[in-house]
């Protein structure tokens, strides 16, 4: 994510005026990854691959 977002404050819609923090962007990141069968990198996990069939590209 650029780092515009978690610096400066929304301009208009919604969520006007408020930024990302970087912190909260953190947990939300490796909340997702965890819930994709993802390592905190991104990548997909072993099992995860097995799920797919795709255990080869290891």
């Known amino acids: 994510m ?5 610096e400066k404050s929304l301009l ?3 969520a006007k005026g408020h930024r990302i923090k ?3 962007m953190r947990k939300k ?3 997702y990854y965890k819930l994709r069968g993802w390592n905190l ?3 997909p996990m072993r099992e995860k691959l097995d799920e797919l069939g795709q255990a080869e590209l290891i």
């Open 2 to 6: 650029p780092k515009r977002f978690m």
């Open 12 to 14: 208009s819609g919604l």
């Open 22 to 24: 970087s912190d909260e």
């Open 29 to 31: 990141l490796d909340e």
């Open 41 to 43: 990198e991104g990548k």
